[in-house]
C-alpha cells in the first residue's frame, strides 16, 4: 500500500517561512516524480512545483518561483518544500503526489499517489 504523508503546515505571518515535508512508503521512491500542489478555498487544485526523480531538475510556477524550493532525498524516501516569503495569498491546504517517470509534471492527472494534505494559513 502506497502513502503519502505531508507534514510541516500550520499558521504563518505573511513574510515567514515554513518547510513541508512528504514522508512515502510503499513505492519505489526514485522512480517517481515528486510534486507539491496546493488548493484554496474555493479554487481548484494547482500544482506549484516539481522535482524529478534524481532531485537535478525541478520546476515552478510563476506565483512561487523565487521563493519555494523543492527538493527530496531519496534514501529517506522523503520530498520537502521550504517556502519562504509567505504571503496570504498563499494560504491553501497543500498536497504532494508521486508521478512516474516520464510524466508531465504540472499535469494533476499524470500523478498516481496523492497524500492527504496540509493546512498553511499565512495571516496578513
Known amino acids: 500500500q502506497v502513502t503519502l504523508v505531508e507534514s510541516g503546515g500550520g499558521l504563518v505571518q505573511a513574510g515567514g517561512s515554513l518547510r513541508l515535508s512528504c514522508a512515502a512508503s510503499g513505492l519505489i521512491f526514485s522512480n517517481y516524480v515528486m510534486g507539491w500542489f496546493r488548493q484554496a478555498p474555493g479554487k481548484e487544485r494547482e500544482f506549484i512545483a516539481g522535482?524529478?526523480?534524481?532531485?537535478?531538475?525541478?520546476y515552478y510556477v510563476d506565483s512561487v518561483k523565487g521563493r519555494f524550493a523543492i527538493s527530496r532525498d531519496n534514501d529517506k524516501e522523503m520530498a520537502y518544500l521550504q517556502m519562504n516569503s509567505l504571503k496570504p495569498e498563499d494560504t491553501a491546504v497543500y498536497y504532494c503526489?508521486?508521478?512516474?517517470?516520464?510524466?508531465?509534471?504540472?499535469?494533476?492527472?499524470?500523478?498516481?499517489?496523492w497524500g492527504q494534505g496540509t493546512q498553511v494559513t499565512v495571516s496578513s
Open positions: 503526489a508521486a508521478a512516474p517517470f516520464g510524466s508531465t509534471w504540472y499535469v494533476a492527472t499524470e500523478y498516481d499517489y
Open positions: 522535482v524529478s526523480w534524481s532531485g537535478d531538475n525541478s
